[in-house]
């Protein structure tokens, strides 16, 4: 127990100042780092940051749905996120004669205010190192296999008891630094929550795919909605007899604006990094799996690009299946490229060459070379089962048929489920897909690892695009009133279906061998670095390491500033509304703005309307609509993007490329009170 604290104190101690726009910080340890905050710049106390006994900025925090992050902006329950954050929910509420993503919508008074079914959003309640109580029992020498059964029984007691202290909270313990820190999260969870307004797509996505990633951005990414709550201000299903759910803080807008060296803090939920890892875990993402995934997701881009650009009705129903795929598409392409550009592998192996130099004689001799084994073992596997996520479950009435059939076994009803399938679903897309991804699949995967069944279709047709036509016209699952006419007593026909018996071959292979193999190969990987991460520190102990992001309430904070992508170009750190008008184009959908803002820019007086501004923040996804604040605390904007060059700041962070890019909250006003015509909202803010 003696050597657990001692790492536990090198684990949190800010023994070495870093860059300080790199990093992502546990709040409830912030004042850990508020000196150097401070001296960044920010005026607020630690206690102002996080605190448990007073209301402080972490109360004005959501985690958004399961992904993304949310702002409270006022004492009833309003919120700001992303535009991209709320898409799915927006894209669900439209139709053609209701073209939400189109027009945007805004709610004029609280009762056209819109419910989403399945929402939520989480508010952090505390979070608290439970390393002591998660190891207690574990005495060293014993095996892993016992280590993770304490571990599982302690975490288990501790979400068990802190749970009984409310209905609607989500506990969860989290491993840091690869398990040698444990820390308790408590949120509380909101389950009502409602549309509020929504630009249009036009102004929500302006750039589209074209400027995804990219700088300047000109993209009104924001989204607004409310929470709602009972009676006692506590979470509930959604009723009509909720009300405004009344927040502990909410955040003061600042109309000051940015200026280059202006202090920013992004408080949010990232979601996953490893800036820890080997160079031969680094150079299979750089060199492997991102150029595999990324030539496959352009070609089922392709695909629904084609269709989309046919018809309204298709562009409806794929555009935010076409965003999702899209945006990893292109992050795996800067991410890919910065690792290039950094010769991070070539460093990786540098500092692992110092390391072996270093641990030779102690507990961590060998440690890089069996990592760098057993990464040699898990690839081949890693890869056929990247190469089965992006192309058999790209195939749309292979998951609709296994979901339809799980719910036939559970006895669950079936109408809600496929109305939204078959609402969103365009046949054609799906068949494209079909033949191309498993063309793909057949080419580049190895034998091994081909599901006996898919090899056996492919000879008996002669080529997977008759099989296609066979299986699509036989499938009842492309017919929605044969699927809603289904019962129990239909499963043994379910069961023999194509589109059953094909999902059902891939998903033997990949879950009871493939994974399987995976998931004892990742132990012994996690095991691994669980020593490596102690060594890197007992190396290194004049640096702070921070620990990765888990979608956990993290602080990340830097300043206003540009930069220079290449030999003779340099970035300046505000866009603005003239950017805008210089991209209109009426010609192409993603550069094609309302007309009313064409008119408003008409009128003068506008042109240097802020949009949006870069800063040095360390974020990843799942900082998609976390708030962005000036030295005072006040909100200034609202992230939802990194640039292209800085997207490998997951794996590792260049001071000079690395971006956050937010939307300023000048140009979320401006949309509201010209474009919205809902400036009523702003009588519930609170400004400076």
Known sequence: ?????????????????????????????????????????????????????????????????????????????????????????????????????????????????????????????????????????????????????IVKKNSEALIEEVGKEGQSLRVRVEPLYYGNQYFLFVFKVYRDVRLVGAPPSSIGKFGGDTDNWMWPRHTGDFSIFRIYAGKDNEPADYSEDNVPYQSKKSFRISRSGVKPGDFTFVYGCPGSTKEYVTSEDVSYVGYVSDPQKIALRTKRLDIQKKYMSQSQAVRIQYSSKYASVSNAWKKWQGESKGIIRMNTVESKKAYEARFREWAKGTRYDGLVDRLNSLYAIRNPYFLANEYYTETVRAIEILQFAAATKERLTNGKPLTEATEAFFKDYYQPIDEDTFTA?????????????????????????????????????????????????????????????????????????????????????NRQINLAYRDYMK????????????????????????????????????????????????????????????????????????????????????????????????????????????????TMSDIVFDPAFCRNISLDIRYLLFIIEHIGHASYLFDEMDFN
């Not at 630690?46 to 007073?54: L, P, R, T």
């Not at 192409?588 to 008119?599: E, M, S, V």
């Not at 990843?620 to 939802?640: H, K």
């Open 437 to 521: 991804m498993l063309g793909e699949f057949d080419e580049q995967v190895p034998e091994e690892f081909k599901p006996a069944y898919f090899k056996e279709q492919i000879s008996a047709y002669g080529s997977i695009e008759a099989w296609k036509d066979d299986l699509f016209r036989k499938s009842i699952f492309t017919d929605k009133a044969k699927v809603l006419g289904l019962t129990s007593a239909d499963l043994d026909a379910v069961s023999s279906d194509p589109a059953i018996k094909l999902g059902e071959a891939f998903n033997d292979l990949f879950s009871k061998d493939v994974r399987s193999k995976l998931t004892d190969i």
């Open 535 to 646: 060594g890197q520190m007992e190396f290194e102990p004049e640096k702070t390491f921070y620990p990765d992001a888990n979608l956990t309430l993290r602080i990340a904070y830097g300043h206003v500033q540009g930069y220079s992508p290449a030999d003779g170009v340099e970035y300046f750190p505000v866009s603005t509304l003239k950017g805008i008008i210089e991209k209109d184009d009426p010609e192409i959908f993603d550069y094609n703005i309302p007309q009313a803002l064409r008119d408003i820019y008409a009128e003068g007086g506008h042109e240097a309307q802020p949009v949006c501004f870069l800063a040095t923040n360390h974020t990843s996804g799942g900082n998609s609509g976390s708030p962005v604040i000036n030295a005072d605390g006040d909100l200034i904007g609202i992230n939802f993007d990194r640039v292209w060059e800085g």
């Open 1 to 149: 127990m003696k050597k657990t604290l001692i790492l536990l104190a090198l684990l949190i101690l800010p023994l070495h100042e870093l860059v300080a726009d790199e990093g992502m910080w546990l709040p409830s340890l912030i004042s850990q780092r508020i000196e150097d905050m401070q001296k960044n710049g920010f005026r607020l106390t630690a206690e102002d940051v996080y605190s448990i006994n007073q209301a402080s900025l972490k109360d004005a925090v959501v985690l958004f749905g399961s992904g993304c992050t949310g702002e409270i902006v006022s004492d009833e329950g309003l919120l700001l996120t992303n535009h991209h954050c709320g898409y799915g929910y927006i894209q669900k509420h439209s139709s053609v004669e209701h073209d939400y993503l189109k027009d945007g919508f805004w709610a004029m008074s609280r009762n056209e205010e819109l419910p989403n079914p399945g929402l939520t959003v989480s508010i952090l309640q505390r979070m608290e190192d439970v390393t002591e109580a998660v190891l207690k029992g574990y005495k060293p020498g014993m095996s892993e296999e016992k280590r993770e059964e």
